[in-house]
């Protein structure tokens, strides 16, 4: 065991599971009903060894309990616990950003209905606080009693990916600028308002072509432009597409900060303006907050653009 002033933080556990593109995908399965190793391989073109490396750790980091049904062979199910069932928002702010920026062909998405208001919808990411709507230029980030850069960095040493692997899937945005760990942790830093390779490279401890090779995807899908200023230095600003992704961040780190809690207290806490921001998603259409049994998943339609 680490000194505790040294184990990972929240931060660090969350990115840990959701900055990996299989176990988004399997989340993303399980929610729509998937909980036996055939119907994961069925809907995702993962490798058996793959899927049972991620059921394994979903299960170890709590998302997920096996459930033994049938003992001659031993056959297991994935069943959501609640923590796993807690990452719902954060599958809808993906979604929902997929949808509003990512290129998808025409349709290909499905519409979410609110069924308390029967409309189609978006979520909107709120501050549960004071009940106002949350942008990232609305907000300042602080880290707290068990955050820093060195602890919010999640082990990757054991659990590589090859780029072969690399799946479509629904969400190939979010998926290659967020299920890779070490894009997770840019993405994080950014909205920390880091700005210079020098500070990514020092703060954060990534090896140099990782984080060349990082940052130069998040320019590509355009989350993040390159700015030279005067002096020659490289600085990379978040675009309005980047800002957009900030409801995923939100989501995210507080999903992580209620399920990977330290006694020490938060990583990182979120201002908005003279309180704590407490995120939480609404719905756009009647501004009441959402709630997974109330969100349906409509047939693809093709007559979206
Ligand atoms: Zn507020
Ligand atoms: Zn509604």
Not at 62 to 72: E, K, M, T
Not at 102 to 107: I, K, L, M, Q, V
Request: charged share 25%; hydrophobic share 40%; proline share 7%.
């Amino acid at each position: 065991m680490p000194p505790p002033e040294s184990s990972p933080n929240a931060i660090a556990r969350g990115l840990g599971v959701l900055g990996d593109e299989w176990c988004l995908q399997l989340l993303r399965a399980a929610h729509s009903g998937a909980t036996r190793f055939g119907r994961f391989q069925e809907e995702l073109p993962i490798s058996a060894a793959s899927l049972a490396a991620r059921l394994a750790l979903l299960a170890d980091e709590g998302l997920f309990i096996r459930r033994v049904y049938q003992q001659n062979p031993i056959r297991a199910e994935y069943l959501l616990t609640p923590q796993g069932r807690g990452t719902w928002p954060i599958l809808l702010a993906i979604w929902d950003w997929e949808d509003r920026w990512a290129d998808h062909p025409a349709g290909e998405l499905p519409d979410r209905r609110h069924a308390e208001c029967g409309q189609s919808f978006h979520p909107e990411l709120v501050c549960a606080t004071c009940g106002v709507a949350a942008g990232r230029r609305d907000v300042t980030a602080a880290w707290g009693p068990t955050g820093g850069w060195d602890r919010s960095i999640p082990d990757t040493a054991t659990r590589r990916r090859t780029r072969a692997s690399r799946t479509a899937g629904e969400f190939p945005e979010t998926m290659a600028v967020f299920g890779n760990r070490w894009s997770a942790v840019v993405i994080g830093a950014v909205f920390q308002g880091i700005r210079r390779y020098s500070e990514f490279e020092s703060l954060l401890g990534i090896p140099s072509n990782i984080l060349s090779e990082r940052l130069r995807i998040l320019v590509e899908y355009g989350l993040l432009r390159v700015d030279v200023t005067e002096q020659g230095r490289r600085e990379y600003h978040l675009t309005e597409k980047g800002r957009a992704f900030f409801p995923i961040v939100a989501t995210t780190l507080s999903w992580a900060e209620r399920w990977f809690a330290l006694p020490e207290g938060p990583a990182i806490s979120w201002q908005h303006g003279d309180h704590p921001l407490v995120p939480r998603l609404d719905c756009d259409q009647c501004h009441r907050p959402l709630q997974a049994a109330q969100i349906e998943v409509l047939e693809t339609s093709d007559q979206k653009v």
